[in-house]
């Protein structure tokens, strides 16, 4: 498989580890989508990341639907998402939230780096729903002590949280600290601790 685009990319990065920690052989193309956009755009027309491309050549264009396939390879003791209700709706719950945080810190990001003049209205209103959204995976994460959020071992909710932490950290530095959600400043602390946090990891580079 080839997995395209940077690992800066909190949804690049989270396939880039549920790939590693499965086993999955894939090679990386970290390919950005304003300097290597005519690279992506004949594999994936919104010239997109993550892009994944399968083994028999079609193409993955939605991380969420990349990790459901990626399950659909493993034994299913292995997956990643419980296989079980309630556990796998609670599960699916969280790492959305995660993903629409992660959606709305790139949607802000992008309103400051192409808009000489901001939008105070739409700057606020993305402000308030990743607030709110990092409230509600507090409440969620404080209630949960154990070193994963659902079960003994590392999940796609787990790995979704902390990689649009880090995101929002370094693409909004001082936007919001976590010093006021400790649940979650945990969790992202040990979450990053982990060797697979380590090796498919990236800085966040602005597009020019």
């Known amino acids: 498989m ?7 990319s909190p949804f690049v990065r989270r396939v880039g580890i549920a790939l590693t920690l ?18 992506i755009r004949p594999y994936n027309p919104l010239t997109r990341v993550p892009t994944l491309v399968l083994d028999n050549g079609e193409v993955l264009i939605e991380s969420h639907l990349m990790l459901d396939y990626l399950d ?26 995660a993903t629409g945080l992660g959606d709305k810190a790139v949607s802000l990001f992008y309103e400051r780096l192409l808009h000489e003049t901001l939008s105070d209205l739409w700057v606020e209103r993305c402000r308030k729903q990743i607030r709110g959204a990092m409230a509600a995976l ?9 070193t994963y959020w659902f ?29 006021g959600f400790p649940a979650l400043e945990a969790h992202a602390a040990r979450m990053e601790a982990l060797p697979v946090f380590g090796t498919v990891s990236q800085p966040f580079i602005p597009p020019a």
């Open 2 to 8: 080839i997995l395209i685009g940077q690992y800066d």
């Open 22 to 39: 499965y086993g999955l052989p894939y090679v990386h193309r970290p390919w950005s989508t304003f300097s290597d956009a005519d690279k």
């Open 72 to 97: 659909g390879l493993v034994a299913a003791e292995r997956r990643m998402f419980p296989t079980s209700e309630p556990a796998r709706h609670q599960a699916l719950k969280i790492a959305g939230l």
């Open 138 to 146: 507090e409440a969620d994460r404080s209630t949960r002590p154990e």
């Open 151 to 179: 079960s003994d071992r590392i999940g796609h909710a787990d790995i979704a949280v902390a990689a649009v932490l880090r995101f929002i950290g370094e693409a909004h530095p001082g936007l919001v600290s976590l010093t």
